[in-house]
């Protein structure tokens, strides 16, 4: 039973479990999160594994004050004003990414910025300090649910699936952050939360825009075009044409004379989702006519990175 009160004793046993790409749930002051090493893009996977997300949502790293949050994001002065106000509590604010973050892939869906949120439950606060890492969570419910607020709902929702679950009892808030993008000009409310517009403006001293449900960066499908590689996909391949590099997965990689990457060699989809993004990106990188993607079977982890894939050959 994953379920354990959260001493220190448990919460020195979550951080290890972190520490070796294990992914735990643990109480924030909004909802339950699933929260894996963002630096480690194998252990983020198993979220979405975990979650049977259809596609790959970015996800809120958690950091335990603002100085770390700052080692990952470059924030203006809004951005400043909001923190001040706000963390640590139920507020994330999505910033531009540092070149140097660390921070994998996987868990920003390939975007240049980061959502990033300083929780204040104590429990949240003490695994963040004790495993001495960036936390990327979402709530921990299986994509579509109702975000859990007790221990024994992420139980519910997915049983035995992490190593841990925390127990820090109800949620105060029960409601998810709200968050707030400053990667532009002028800030902009992505969504609304535990953390009222009212307050948000107030600190701002001035209105604050709300983002279009289908806004660019609230879309999935606008998503995965802010990261399509230039170079065109051709999926399912069956062979390499000339002029043209291989992205290959699984044992037998198609023959291929010029630049190749094996998502992975051993056909574990948690290890593909991983380096998905870095290794389309390398692949653009090397100036070719085309990539060709050899098929990647549609279970589990593979029917998001089809997803994903799909999204960047038909985003040119
Ligand atoms: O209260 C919460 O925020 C909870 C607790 C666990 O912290 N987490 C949570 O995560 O609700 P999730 O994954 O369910 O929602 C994350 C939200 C999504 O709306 C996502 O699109 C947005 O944050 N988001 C994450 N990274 C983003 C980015 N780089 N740009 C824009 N939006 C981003
Ligand atoms: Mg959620």
């Given at each position: 039973m ?30 339950y ?7 480690n ?50 507020l994330t ?155 290959a ?7 291929c ?60």
């Amino acid at each position: 039973m994953p379920v354990v009160p959260a001493t220190d004793e448990a919460i020195a046993q979550a951080a290890g479990a972190l520490a070796e790409g294990a992914i735990v749930a643990f109480p924030t002051e909004t909802v339950y999160g699933l929260g894996a090493d963002a630096r480690n893009g194998t252990a983020v996977a198993k979220i979405f594994a975990a979650k049977e997300r259809p596609r790959f949502n970015p996800l809120i790293v958690h950091v335990p004050d603002f100085a770390t949050a700052e080692t990952l994001v470059a924030f203006n002065d809004d951005a400043r004003t909001l923190a001040a106000a706000f963390w640590p509590g139920p507020l994330t604010l999505v910033a531009p990414k540092r070149k140097d973050c660390g921070i994998a892939d996987l868990v920003t869906a390939g975007l240049d910025s980061i959502a990033v949120r300083v929780p204040g439950h104590p429990v949240a606060q003490a695994l963040l300090k004790t495993a001495k890492c960036p936390i990327a969570a979402p709530s921990a419910n299986r994509s579509g649910r109702i975000s859990p607020t007790e221990a024994a709902h992420v139980a519910a929702e997915l049983g035995e699936t992490p190593a841990m679950i925390l127990d820090g009892g109800a949620c105060a808030r029960g409601l998810e952050s709200t968050v707030v993008s400053l990667a532009g000009a002028e800030p902009v409310l992505l969504r609304l939360g535990a953390v009222p517009r009212h307050e948000i403006e107030a600190a701002l001293s001035r209105p604050v825009a709300r983002a279009e449900d289908d806004a660019p960066i609230a879309s999935p499908g606008q998503l995965s075009r802010h990261y399509a590689p230039q170079t065109p996909l051709r999926l399912n391949a069956a062979d390499v044409q000339p002029g043209e590099v291989l992205l290959a997965f699984g044992p037998d990689p198609l023959p291929c004379d010029s630049k190749a990457i094996n998502l992975s060699r051993a056909g574990d989809l948690g290890e593909a989702a991983a380096k998905l993004f870095a290794s389309l990106r390398e692949l653009d990188e090397a100036g070719s006519f085309g990539i060709a993607v050899m098929p990647i079977p549609d279970e589990g982890l593979g029917e998001a990175i089809n997803d994903r894939l799909r999204r960047a050959a038909k985003a040119r």
